[in-house]
């Protein structure tokens, strides 16, 4: 079974920084693409930003990009989501997400592709 924990999220001022944390359990880690998934209220879920499982690759939201960071270490089992600039729209429940186990080295952006899901951690930018 896979279970994941993630961590790191509060409150932080416009402009600030916050680093997300992702814990994954199980052996099968380095064989999942992982990604990052967030949710405002009165909004659907969207995706922020996802990594295949060798750490080669990555993807972004255009609405992220060059301010986040995505990042794995397989010998921890651990995804990060570095948050830099952080703006008050970015204020989201933020879910981390493990990929089906697949031989297919690729970034996934889809939330179908994703087999498992965590609880979520409150970001909140004030303006």
């Known amino acids: 079974q896979v279970q994941l924990v993630e961590s790191g999220g509060g409150l932080v001022q416009a402009g600030g920084s916050l680093r997300l944390s992702c814990a994954c359990s199980?052996?099968?880690?380095?064989?999942?693409?992982m990604g990052w998934f967030r949710q405002a209220p009165g909004k659907e879920r969207e995706f922020v930003g996802g990594?295949?499982?060798?750490?080669?690759?990555?993807d972004y939201a255009d609405s992220v990009k060059g301010r986040f960071t995505i990042s794995r270490d397989n010998a921890k089992n651990t995804v990060y989501l570095q948050m830099n600039s952080l703006r008050p729209e970015d204020t989201a429940v933020y879910y981390c997400?493990?990929?089906?186990?697949?031989?297919?080295?690729?970034?996934?952006?889809?939330?179908?592709?994703?087999?498992?899901w965590g609880q979520g951690t409150q970001v909140t930018v004030s303006s």
């Open positions: 997400a493990a990929s089906h186990i697949t031989s297919s080295d690729f970034v996934r952006a889809r939330a179908p592709d994703y087999a498992y």
């Open positions: 199980g052996r099968t880690f380095s064989s999942r693409a």
């Open positions: 990594i295949n499982w060798s750490g080669g690759n990555t």
